[in-house]
Nanobody, 117 residues
């Protein structure tokens, strides 16, 4: 069964940190580029960070550049998003996304991140 399962979301005060993790199964992880998206209430889903299948290509949304770090472990078939210096505007549901060579797009169910005092 093809599956992406996010974990690590929760509530944090402004300036705090969280680490999101995406556990994958059912497909060859090394054949998938991985991304994190987020969707805030009343807004469209937006790309936060992307990492290529080899890990050699990484890009970030301008709003998180320098604060978030995406990584992947091809042995464990996981993709993480380390989030530092969190701001209230980072509050959203965060989704793990895989773009697989043969299976196409795969989405996780999302995990809520809330940044507030």
């Amino acid at each position: 069964q093809v599956q992406l399962v996010e974990s690590g979301g929760g509530w944090v005060q402004p300036g705090g940190s969280l680490r999101l993790s995406c556990a994958t199964s059912g497909f060859v992880f090394n054949f998938a580029a991985m991304s994190w998206y987020r969707q805030a209430p009343g807004k469209e889903r937006e790309l936060v960070a992307h990492i290529s299948s080899t890990g050699g290509g990484i890009k970030y949304a301008e709003s998180v550049e320098g604060r978030f770090t995406i990584s992947r472990d091809n042995d464990k078939s996981t993709a993480d998003l380390q989030m530092e210096s969190l701001k209230p505007e980072d509050t959203a549901v965060y989704y793990c996304h895989a773009l697989h060579l043969t299976r196409g797009e795969i989405w996780g169910q999302g995990t809520q991140v809330t940044v507030s005092a």
